[in-house]
């Protein structure tokens, strides 16, 4: 488990669960806090918001690994679960939550911050990033399955490869500068201009 400040007053709490190793991200602004993937082992969870109030659980997309908590925390916090608009339903049905729809354009609050959601289509088709651009330090992207040190996310065919691609570097490479923070779903964190001059590679190699 990691914990730094990211600007903006916020604090990033990082910890790894599950056998997937899937990365599970706590921001904290003073009591209030907000969780990006409930992934699994809810007690672990539970414990890191022990004394804090859950503003809301937000999932990065709808693939099993990435909700296993998801029910349980909700139902012990009471916190409004968030996703992207075309996974919404189908994370629901897994796991008997109702999750508000979010998608390109909508924006969450932890604290005085604000998050940029970002939709990212390709990995599954309501896959979504956040965006967080604080005034006193370098901008950070929590993107899921989509964007990790060395490629995209896993695809099932060209045209989700070609679409998750043109979203990433339209999105965020043609957005974001180079010291922009990724925060992957599982592994490592890298940034952008680490990642950027390997997207000619990945475009050829289709993956």
Not at 55 to 78: E, K, N, S
Request: hydrophobic share 40%; glycine share 12%.
């Amino acid at each position: 488990m990691t914990s730094l400040a990211i600007g903006n007053g916020l604090r990033l709490i990082t910890t790894s669960v599950g056998p997937m190793d899937n990365n599970a991200y706590l921001l904290t602004d003073g009591s209030d806090a907000l969780l990006i993937d409930a992934a699994a082992e809810p007690r672990v969870l539970l414990t890191l918001l022990d004394g804090l109030h859950l503003t809301g659980v937000v999932t990065t997309h709808r693939h099993r690994d990435h909700i296993q908590a998801l029910a349980a925390v909700v139902a012990a916090t009471g916190a409004p679960a968030y996703a992207g608009t075309p996974d919404a339903a189908a994370i629901a049905a897994a796991t008997r939550v109702t999750c508000r729809s979010v998608w390109d354009g909508d924006t969450l609050a932890i604290g005085d911050a604000q998050l940029e959601v970002i939709g990212l289509v390709g990995h599954t088709p309501g896959s979504i990033a956040l965006a967080h651009t604080p005034s006193d330090g370098p901008d950070r992207l929590f993107t899921g399955d989509s964007l990790f040190p060395g490629g995209v996310g896993k695809t099932t065919g060209g045209a989700d490869f070609d679409s998750l691609l043109h979203d990433v570097t339209t999105k965020l490479f043609d957005r974001f500068d180079d010291a922009t923070v990724v925060h992957p779903g599982h592994g490592a964190d890298t940034t952008l201009g680490t990642e950027r001059p390997h997207l000619e590679e990945w475009r050829v190699r289709r993956w």
